[in-house]
């Protein structure tokens, strides 16, 4: 079955760190751009960053996590990682990962994060 | 960045009748290879999002037909020809034309 897990979430304090993982299944994951996008309580979908297929050298990011999360993959686990630090009440959110560099086809059933003392 | 602004926000529709939603950039979304980065996802509540509409006008993989995407440069639209029970959620516009890619604010659509 072609599909995306995410793991990872839960509370954390503000000023906290937090690493999602998102394991593919079903799909060729090294030939895959992959993508993070969330939404917070109440609010739209908000796209965050992509890494680039293969060895994922190129990664974009918005500016609202740019400086603060890393995103990266490993392709021998098929795995997608979102490196989250400096965590703030804002980052509060459901998070999605998602396979695409321009659209996104599949995404994972969505982690909660929230951030909060 | 690219702002992306939807109308109207909200849309109640009896089913059956259509529905059509107006998206609009801030910059042309028209690229030099040809192709326009306009997507349209639909969020279901409680669901994932799910991708409805690539590049301004194809339906993805099991799309039914009663959608459609037209528009072009800044000025886009998608239109359910009939709507069911099942399409209430969220609809969203997103530009994939250069980063950050962004997303309009989202329409909710419910049934009357």
């Known amino acids: 079955e072609v599909q995306l897990l995410e793991s990872g979430g839960g509370l954390v304090q503000p000023g906290g760190s937090l690493r999602l993982s998102c394991v593919a299944s079903?799909?060729?994951?090294?030939?895959?751009?992959m993508s993070w996008v969330r939404q917070a309580p109440g609010k739209g979908l908000e796209w965050l960053s992509v890494?680039?297929?293969?060895?994922?050298?190129?990664?974009y990011y918005a500016d609202s996590v740019k400086g603060r999360f890393t995103i990266s993959r490993d392709n021998s686990k098929s795995t997608l990682y979102l490196q989250m630090n400096s965590l703030r009440a804002e980052d509060t959110a459901v998070y999605y990962c998602?396979?695409?560099?321009?659209?996104?086809?599949?995404w994972g059933q969505g982690i909660m994060v929230t951030v909060s003392s | 960045d690219i702002v992306m602004t939807q109308t109207p926000l909200s849309l109640s529709v009896t089913p059956g009748q259509p529905a059509s939603i107006s998206c609009k950039s801030s910059?042309?979304?028209?690229?030099?290879?040809?192709?326009?980065?306009l997507y349209w996802y639909l969020h279901k509540p409680g669901q994932s999002p799910q991708l409805l509409i690539y590049?301004?006008?194809n339906r993805f993989s099991g799309v039914p037909d009663r959608f459609s995407g037209s528009g072009s440069g800044t000025d886009f639209t998608l239109k359910i020809s009939r709507v069911e029970a099942e399409d209430v959620g969220v609809y969203y516009c997103?530009?994939?034309?250069?980063?950050?890619?962004?997303f309009g604010q989202g329409t909710k659509v419910e049934i009357k």
């Open positions: 998602a396979k695409g560099w321009y659209s996104y086809g599949l």
């Open positions: 079903g799909f060729t994951f090294s030939t895959n751009a």
């Open positions: 890494i680039s297929s293969g060895g994922g050298g190129s990664t």
């Open positions: 910059q042309s979304l028209l690229n030099s290879d040809g192709k326009t980065y």
């Open positions: 590049e301004v006008s």
């Open positions: 997103m530009q994939s034309i250069q980063f950050p890619r962004t």
